[in-house]
Structures are given as structure tokens and as C-alpha cells.
T-cell receptor, first 117, second 109 residues
């Protein structure tokens, strides 16, 4: 099946620094990528939807200036957590929808665990 | 808005035991329903889905039936294996995907 990778798988950073997480579709082209955030024992919460070459659409309550999303190519999207603080510590998961696939087919990455000290 | 509530875990079973994970939903309209599975160290994978009432999704011995009258989509497997140890997420699509909190299942040999 289709594969989505994320890098890094986990990261520890100091408060105030920025962290970039990459999401790649390895064997297909993704016109749409999604970024989710998951707190312990809670649901995946959609943060934003990005389409290749256009600005991301953020969900209500998600700060677009804090969580910068770039979807520069059909195989790569990045999420940058700017000026990270301990409350940004979480598990971030990306998902990609194939350009030629059915609307309901989303492939998920393994997630990136972020710990802000 | 749309929401999904699923059985809290963790669930620990012996091999060949019967597994049920309850899932109920709240949605407007007629959403599609899904079960995703996440094995250790991997991304979520679609396990099965149902797109309309009374549909039964099935895969790898797992089944779930879309019950509109009870707004439920319970996941069942008659005889689990150690390899079924994973986190299971119930989800619905009414525009975008909405997930339950996930249920961790551990199967012991």
C-alpha cells in the first residue's frame, strides 16, 4: 500500500525554538495533506489541510502563525512549530490523499512526538 | 458537530478470544464510517469501512456493521491473534475525518 513517512520520529527542543516536521508521500503524489495533533488518550484533532501550491486551511482555534505549513510539492509537506512552548508538546501526525485516488483514501504517517522543555 | 465515542482501553485478551470494541457516533446526515488500526511504530491504516446503513465492512477477520438506528459501528473479531495487538480508531467522515480516542488492544499468547 501507499507509504507516508515523517521525520523526525521524535524531537526534544528548548522553549522558544522552532521545530520543523517533514511529511513525505513515498510512492504516490499527494495533492492534499492533513496535519493532526493527538494528546494522550484523546482523539486525533485535525489542525490544517494543505493543498499543493496553495495556502493551508486551518481549523478553528489553530494559530496559523504558530503552526506554519508548507506544501511545496506533491510529495512533501512541512509543519513548523514556531517559538515552541511546553504546551505544544504533543504527537503530530500527517496524512496524505493520493492525487489519483478515491476521495476517501487517506494514508497516514507514523507520527512525530514533540517534547518542548 | 460530528463526534465519535469509542470504548476506553486498554483491552488485554488471550489468543483466540473474542474481541469487541464499541463505537458510537453523532453526526448530521449519513457519514461514512471507518475503523483504522495503528501497529507499533507505524502509521494508521484503514482496516475496514462502511458507507451506508446496514453495510458490513470486513477485513482480516474483523467485522463492523453500520447501525443507523443505534448510531453504532462496533468492531468485532471472533478469534484474535498476538499480531492483532495495536491501537484501533473508529472514525467517521462527514466532510472531514473525525476520530475516536483510540483503544489499545494487547493480545497475549
Amino acid at each position: 500500500g501507499a507509504v507516508v513517512s515523517q521525520h523526525p520520529s521524535w524531537v526534544i527542543c528548548k522553549s522558544g525554538t522552532s521545530v520543523k516536521i517533514e511529511c513525505r508521500s513515498l510512492d504516490f503524489q499527494a495533492t492534499t495533506m492533513f496535519w493532526y495533533r493527538q494528546f494522550p488518550k484523546q482523539s486525533l484533532m485535525l489542525m490544517a489541510t494543505s493543498n499543493e501550491g496553495s495556502k493551508a486551511t486551518y481549523e478553528q482555534g489553530v494559530e496559523k502563525d504558530k503552526f506554519l505549513i508548507n506544501h511545496a510539492s506533491l510529495t512533501l509537506s512541512t509543519l513548523t512549530v514556531t517559538s515552541a512552548h511546553p504546551e505544544d508538546s504533543s504527537f503530530y501526525i500527517c496524512s496524505a490523499r493520493a492525487a489519483s485516488g478515491r476521495r476517501e483514501t487517506q494514508y497516514f504517517g507514523p507520527g512525530t512526538r514533540l517534547l518542548v522543555l | 458537530g460530528n463526534s465519535v465515542t469509542q470504548m476506553e482501553g486498554p483491552v488485554t485478551l488471550s489468543e483466540e478470544a473474542f474481541l469487541t470494541i464499541n463505537c458510537t457516533y453523532t453526526a448530521t446526515g449519513y457519514p461514512s464510517l471507518f475503523w483504522y488500526v495503528q501497529y507499533p511504530g507505524e502509521g494508521l491504516q484503514l482496516l475496514l469501512k462502511a458507507t451506508k446503513a446496514d453495510d458490513k465492512g470486513s477485513n482480516k477477520g474483523f467485522e463492523a456493521t453500520y447501525r443507523k438506528e443505534t448510531t453504532s459501528f462496533h468492531l468485532e473479531k471472533g478469534s484474535v491473534q498476538v499480531s492483532d495487538s495495536a491501537v484501533y480508531f473508529c472514525a467517521l467522515r462527514g466532510g472531514k475525518l473525525s476520530f475516536g480516542a483510540g483503544t489499545t488492544v494487547t493480545v497475549r499468547a
